[in-house]
């Protein structure tokens, strides 16, 4: 029985092998080998002539005129202002212009603010008038002052600078720019190079503004009372002292006698001061180019006071080293330049190669 049974198993197992495989559409190389091969079908197509637009040496062909051209709409007259909502005219709003123009070109506002307050012809914005820019800067000029009028435009974040010839052409006329005008007058006081003097005589006090250029800086004389100053320690002038020495003397007035001998010796190793701070700095090589390590203030080591004032003189730091003396062409004594412009000696034609002049009003300063 067991026989029997392991040859039936056997027959089932060769039946399951030997089945056939499902039906299929797909065609096998093996099949298709002992077929005859098709003739060749495949169509000859004729080249593609070139297309005009792509052939480079071909001549442009002229665009024939449309017989019903449709008419373009005529320009807007009228904006609408987007800060005070009020519909203008035209000439009341500044003119796009692109930025990418160049500097030749004369804009009406900083070329970054053309695309905050025109309207451009593509994105249809709403502009702001010129009269709203004027009312902005003239509520800057009450709230935050003239040096912020010209900061910026009304669009949020700009700082661009507006030059002068911008703001005066925008802000109102009348009180507003007299205003203006005004405050500016103060902001160029705070602001000038060197700065405006009052004569210290309190019977004066006129207002000049010295020459630092000029020879024999910083010696001044007042042009309505004629007193002699120096215009850097804004004291009676300190004859055959320069500011460094006086300011030095100044300090050795309120110090001791044992501060006073300590100066002596430290004065024998050649020391000098700081023009800033005072400070005794002793130098031990290099140029005369002097860093203070008190105040960090850079300062020209022939310049400097002595440790002791008068020891060893100093050369005037203004830009001509003779100081407020100038010497005759024909090797004469020192004379004092305001001693020769007020006609106390008589002047040459030629005093060192400078033409001696006498201003009309203002500090003399020669």
Known sequence: MARTKDTACTQAVRARNTALPPPTTRVLRSQTTSQPLSPNTSKVTKPRPRR???????????????????????????????ICIEERPTADFIKYLSPNRGYWTAFDIPAPCIAHLTRHPRLKNDPVCK?????????????????????????????????????????????????????????????TTPQLMTCIAPSCAQIGLPDALAQGYPHVSCHACRLRQCAVCLVPWHADQTCAEYAAANVDAQMSAPEKETLRLLQEKDGKRCPNCQLVIEKDGGCDSMLCPGCQTFFNWTTAASVVPGSTKAVSATLYPNGPYVRTPQNGPVVCEMDRLEGIVPPPDLVGDVKVYQPKDGFITR
Not at 53 to 64: C, E, G, I, N, V
Not at 136 to 146: E, F, N, P, V
């Open 131 to 191: 009269s709203c820019i004027g009312h902005s800067m003239s509520a800057r000029l009450d709230t935050l002052g003239a040096r912020q009028v010209g900061i910026g435009c009304l669009e949020p974040g700009c700082t661009e600078p507006w030059s002068w010839e911008f703001v005066m052409h925008y802000l109102p006329g009348g009180a507003v720019l007299e205003k203006y005008n005004l405050a500016m007058m103060h902001v160029w006081k705070q602001d």
């Open 52 to 82: 005009r637009r792509q052939d480079p040496w071909a001549p442009k062909r002229k665009r024939r005129p449309n017989p019903n051209p449709k008419p373009r709409p005529p320009p807007p007259t009228h904006f609408t202002c987007r």
